[in-house]
T-cell receptor, first 108, second 115 residues
Framework: GEDVEQSLFLSVREGDSSVINCTYT??????LYWYKQEPGAGLQLLTY?????DMKQDQRLTVLLNKKDKHLSLRIADTQTGDSAIYFC????????FGAGTTVTVRA | DGGITQSPKYLFRKEGQNVTLSCEQN?????MYWYRQDPGQGLRLIYY???????QKGDIAEGYSVSREKKESFPLTVTSAQKNPTAFYLC??????????????FGPGTRLLVL
């Protein structure tokens, strides 16, 4: 989606932290989401953050939101091989607008 | 088990042929969506339906048609007017589509290939 931008690729060593960044344009977005897609599968909701929050933590996942800069990030702690996937950032007004997805590759 | 199912997993289309992709949900969701996914482009919205017997065009509706005769079902027809139909098609549903926390749940997808 042209309103949501993400870098396309990220390579990370197993056990390190991954940080995936996203910028969006719609300041009226109420919620922002992170979805995960494994090869040949549908999208799985990982987490979401309400626009009046600046941080949300859920086990190994930390979402940071800078509303002033319209910047969202997803940090995955202790990255595992099972975290290899495409990660989509999405913003929600009356419909979801998705970024192009960041392909995360975890190397041993 | 509650969820969204899509069939078939793979579908082949010949030139000039219409094909229909199935999407069924038993989550009692009012809203349903169809997306197209191409490599490096993320997901683009084709059609969505907020309620039975009603649907709206998304960003790339040309060459596609839908119906919503039942709450559980939202089939997508790829018509011969769609000149570049090869893609991965994803169906999703949510409780409503009126904004707020409208978490969308996705089916496993159908890959359409042109012969």
């Amino acid at each position: 989606g042209e309103d949501v931008e993400q870098s396309l690729f990220l390579s990370v060593r197993e056990g390190d932290s991954s940080v995936i960044n996203c910028t969006y344009t719609d300041s009226s977005s109420t919620y922002l989401y992170w979805y995960k897609q494994e090869p040949g599968a549908g999208l799985q909701l990982l987490t979401y953050i309400f626009s009046n929050m600046d941080m949300k933590q859920d086990q190994r996942l930390t979402v940071l939101l800078n509303k002033k800069d319209k910047h969202l990030s997803l940090r995955i702690a202790d990255t595992q091989t099972g975290d290899s996937a495409i990660y989509f950032c999405a913003e929600s007004d009356y419909k979801l607008s998705f970024g192009a997805g960041t392909t995360v590759t975890v190397r041993a | 088990d509650g969820g969204i199912t899509q069939s078939p997993k793979y579908l082949f289309r010949k030139e000039g042929q219409n094909v229909t992709l199935s999407c069924e949900q038993n989550l009692n969701h009012d809203a349903m969506y169809w997306y197209r996914q191409d490599p490096g482009q993320g997901l683009r919205l084709i059609y969505y339906s907020q309620i039975v017997n009603d649907f709206q065009k998304g960003d790339i509706a040309e060459g596609y048609s839908v119906s919503r005769e039942k709450k559980e079902s939202f089939p997508l027809t790829v018509t011969s007017a769609q000149k570049n139909p090869t893609a991965f098609y994803l169906c999703a549903s949510s409780m409503t589509s009126r904004g707020g926390l409208e978490t969308q749940y996705f089916g496993p997808g159908t890959r359409l290939l042109v012969l």
